[in-house]
């Protein structure tokens, strides 16, 4: 839509607190790394999120109390899909545990959004320092540490595929 329309410089889109303690989850169940963990960007290139550190409840709630119509999905309701069963059956179990629990995945998705920022700028850096692209002499890998170690591969990986999508912890 943006390149078609270049007077437009962005993407606002409405996801929220509780979109982003779903996809952490979701990330969680199915093996993520630390880089899952850090859940929904506030901003990623030309797409903002305002409403990002809003509860779905906050939201409602406003809309509500403004007299503002909105509409629900209805297949938002089906928890055949893994998405709206963690909506409807987890997330309310893990509240009653943590009933700042939403808050408490913003606190995860940050300390791994500055975990995860300091091991890019590191992995950039040895890989400048080491002229490493897509191939890397042993000698350069044989001594790091396991968490750069995997960063730098999937790096040499990125420079040649350009598809991190199709690369996992597994391979």
């Given amino acids: 839509f943006i390149?078609?329309?270049?007077?437009?410089?962005?993407?606002?889109?409405?996801?929220?607190?509780?979109d982003n303690a779903e996809t952490v989850i979701f990330n969680m169940l199915r093996g993520g790394g630390a880089r899952a963990m850090c859940g929904i960007p506030p901003v990623r290139d030309n797409i903002l999120r305002p409403l990002i550190y809003a509860s779905k409840c906050d939201i409602l709630n406003a809309?509500?109390?403004n007299n503002v119509k909105y509409v629900f999905d209805s297949t938002n309701?089906?928890?055949?899909?893994?998405?709206?069963?963690?909506?409807k059956e987890i997330i309310p179990k893990c509240s009653r545990i943590n009933t700042s629990f939403e808050s408490a995945i913003q606190r995860l998705n940050k300390s791994m959004r500055t975990d995860s920022d300091f091991f890019d700028e590191y992995v950039n850096e040895f890989c400048c320092a080491n002229n490493i692209i897509?191939?890397?002499?042993?000698?350069?890998?044989?001594?790091?540490?396991?968490?750069?170690?995997?960063?730098?591969?999937?790096?040499?990986?990125?420079?040649?595929?350009?598809?991190?999508?199709?690369?996992?912890?597994?391979?």
Wanted: glycine share 2%; charged share 20%; hydrophobic share 30%.
């Fill in 3 to 18: 390149k078609e329309n270049p007077q437009y410089n962005y993407i606002v889109t409405a996801h929220n607190a509780t």
């Fill in 63 to 65: 809309l509500t109390h």
């Fill in 77 to 87: 309701s089906d928890t055949a899909y893994s998405r709206n069963f963690i909506r």
């Fill in 134 to 171: 897509g191939t890397a002499p042993k000698d350069a890998l044989r001594n790091l540490h396991p968490s750069v170690l995997s960063r730098v591969i999937m790096r040499m990986y990125e420079n040649v595929e350009k598809n991190l999508d199709s690369l996992s912890y597994l391979h």
